[in-house]
């Protein structure tokens, strides 16, 4: 594979060194042709030959069901339109498996020419974190118990839905009869230590 290089301020910047030590991969890309890999590119995407992997048009990289739009964004990119620099999509491995990946693009002016530089994460794990957050997000409004949150001052910042509709059952107006009378008491000893759960039992009308 020949070098990439590129001129700036009257000094020869030697791009293949530069991005084959980079952790994120790279690729560049000329009428949608790879010009170069880097190899955390190839790791990325499941190959150990770069002439092969070059040799497979970009789209090849993406998921069948997300080309059109990469596509279309490429086309914009080309014709100067402006689009968001960083996407996500989804990215196919070698052996067909699939992720999802964040792409951040940006025009270079080589030696020879211009070209589009694709730097690509795979975010699978963020996805995970992201999904997991979400299902906790959605616990408070799907428990049948109610759920007050409370900040430091006392004031409620919370309720779920649960906590409304056992008020309307009982006849009530405001969501601070749950709260125990020694709330102000509660929120002092947990900024003073490091205990995270206290128990009370509230008594409302006839129920605890």
């Not at 790879?34 to 955390?40: E, G, H, L």
């Amino acid at each position: 594979m020949s070098g990439i290089h590129l001129e700036s301020n009257n000094h020869r910047i030697d791009l293949q060194s530069l991005f084959n030590g980079a952790p994120v991969a790279v690729v560049v890309v000329r009428d949608e042709r790879k010009i170069y890999v880097n190899p955390a590119c190839l790791k990325l995407f499941g190959f150990t030959d770069p002439e092969e992997f070059n040799s497979r048009p970009i789209i090849k990289q993406v998921a069948p069901q997300c080309r059109e739009l990469f596509l279309e964004r490429v086309r914009k990119i080309e014709d100067g339109e402006t689009v968001p620099d960083i996407f996500e999509t989804t990215g196919q491995r070698q052996d067909g498996t699939q992720m999802p990946i964040r792409i951040e693009t940006g025009k270079i002016v080589l030696e020879d020419g211009p070209a589009l530089a694709y730097y690509l994460s795979d975010i699978t794990a963020y996805r995970s974190a992201e999904e997991k957050i979400h299902r906790l997000a959605s616990f408070p409004e799907l428990a049948p118990l109610p759920i007050i949150e409370v900040d430091f001052a006392g004031k409620i910042v919370y309720t779920n839905q649960a906590t409304q509709t056992i008020m309307n059952r009982l006849g009530l107006n405001e969501p601070d009869v749950f709260l125990p009378v020694d709330l102000a008491n509660i929120l002092t000893a947990l900024e003073m230590t490091n205990e995270g759960t206290l128990y009370r039992e509230v008594m409302i009308k006839d129920r605890i």
